[in-house]
């Protein structure tokens, strides 16, 4: 799909895609519309698919200095090496899983490092996140760890006095 030798536009792709979910006017995840305009169940309409494509596309085409991409080149060792770790926002509740679906397959896969795929209860997805629900975790090459955030610290050290 990608060029070869351009590996890390499927990088830069994932990065759209994800940000894309994010819904900057309501505060939470983006709702999808079927062709007819109604809302959409479904995260990843057809739509919502050209629409990243053309954020790439149009981001690309604006000639953006090589150095705020270059880094998606490098793997995760790569990451390590020139930046000495590798570090992120994430929601608290990282990793998501087990992942969880409407219908749960018969047989699951019983691959190494596959979660138990197990059903979606019946509730109301959140729609408005806060810092509240975000953590700054490190990532190792087999495990991520929560960094202990500012609040904490700062409890911790009032506390001491």
Known sequence: MYERGKEWLA????IVHELYHVDPHEGG???SAKGDGRPSAQ???PQFFRDVQR???????????PAAYEFLSLDFD??????????????RDFPAFPQRY?????????A????????????????LYTEADLAEREFTAHSARRLE?????????SARG
């Open 11 to 14: 990088k830069l792709d994932t």
């Open 43 to 45: 995260a990843h309409s």
């Open 149 to 157: 955030d500012r609040s904490s610290r700062q409890r911790r050290s």
């Open 102 to 110: 409407r219908e749960r397959l018969a047989e699951q896969p019983r």
């Open 29 to 31: 995840i983006r709702q």
């Open 112 to 127: 190494p490092r596959v979660a138990q795929v197990v059903p979606l209860p019946e509730r109301t997805r959140q729609r």
């Open 78 to 91: 790569g990451l390590v090496r020139r930046c000495g770790g590798v570090s992120a926002t994430a929601f």
């Open 55 to 65: 954020i790439v596309r149009e981001y690309l085409a604006s000639k953006p200095d």
